[in-house]
């Protein structure tokens, strides 16, 4: 089987840095992705890693260990805004993708 | 142009009813995604589509649950005898294809699905 284990719910002030961290165990891996959830609204996709390092968009960083089934997104100079859930989720075969129970983030002013 | 499109936004049935969810994807998107949430909940794999045909039906909870799509677009979710336990969001997916793992999947908003 597959699963994947994040923390259920961080908290950090607004201007901070937090990390989400995300282990994984599965079958036919190609990449770990990560989504961003608002509530009552669609998961939007944040990023992907399928090699080993960093990968930086904007505010946001995904990094990714193949060799320890771990990853995790960064998030700095948060916003309010950033207050959503964040999912990592493995790609699989067929770009299917197998999520984690989502961390819930809450920025505090 | 636009995004992925789910009609109906919600549904409130009696148990033992039969819905069906539709999913209108991106154009050109040739892959097609469903996946079900329950509240405060991650997300659960139901099944997809490369094309019209579905290469993996494992996500399937039960054969109650049945998908289809045709001509390569408008993807249908089928929930016969609808239970109390089936009450959740159904969210639909589509990226340009499914090759090599990474393309992006784009959202639907999703329908809320409420079974009485």
């Known amino acids: 089987g597959q699963s994947l284990e994040q923390p259920s719910e961080v908290t950090a002030v607004e201007g901070a840095i937090v990390q989400i961290n995300c282990t994984y165990q599965t079958s036919g891996f190609y990449g770990l992705s990560w989504y961003q959830q608002h509530d009552g609204g669609a998961p939007t996709f944040l990023s992907y890693n399928a090699l080993d390092g960093l990968e930086e968009t904007g505010r946001f960083s995904s990094f990714l260990s193949r060799s320890d089934s771990y990853g995790y997104l960064l998030l700095q100079e948060?916003?309010?805004?950033?207050?959503?859930s964040y999912f990592c989720a493995v790609n699989n075969a067929g770009n299917m993708l197998t999520f984690?129970?989502?961390?819930?983030?809450?920025?505090?002013p | 142009?636009?995004?992925?499109?789910?009609?109906?936004?919600?549904?409130?049935?009696?148990?033992?009813?039969?819905?069906?969810?539709?999913?209108?994807?991106?154009?050109?998107?040739?892959?097609?995604?469903w996946y079900r949430q329950s509240l405060g909940q991650g997300l659960e794999f139901l099944i997809y589509?490369?094309?019209?045909?579905?290469?993996?039906?494992?996500?399937?909870?039960?054969?109650?649950?049945?998908?289809?799509?045709t001509g390569g677009s408008v993807s249908t979710l089928t929930i016969q005898r609808t239970?109390?336990?089936?009450?959740?969001?159904?969210?639909?997916?589509?990226?340009?294809?499914?090759?090599?793992g990474g393309e992006t999947q784009y959202f639907g908003p999703g329908t809320r699905l409420l079974v009485l």
């Open chain 2, 83 to 100: 239970q109390q336990e089936d009450s959740a969001v159904y969210l639909c997916a589509s990226s340009l294809s499914t090759s090599g």
């Open chain 2, 1 to 33: 142009g636009a995004g992925v499109s789910q009609s109906p936004s919600n549904k409130v049935t009696e148990k033992g009813k039969d819905v069906e969810l539709r999913c209108d994807p991106i154009s050109g998107h040739t892959a097609l995604y």
């Open chain 2, 49 to 69: 589509f490369q094309g019209n045909s579905a290469p993996d039906k494992s996500g399937l909870p039960s054969d109650r649950f049945s998908a289809e799509r």
């Open chain 1, 100 to 108: 984690g129970g989502g961390t819930r983030l809450m920025v505090k």
């Open chain 1, 78 to 84: 948060l916003q309010m805004k950033d207050s959503a």
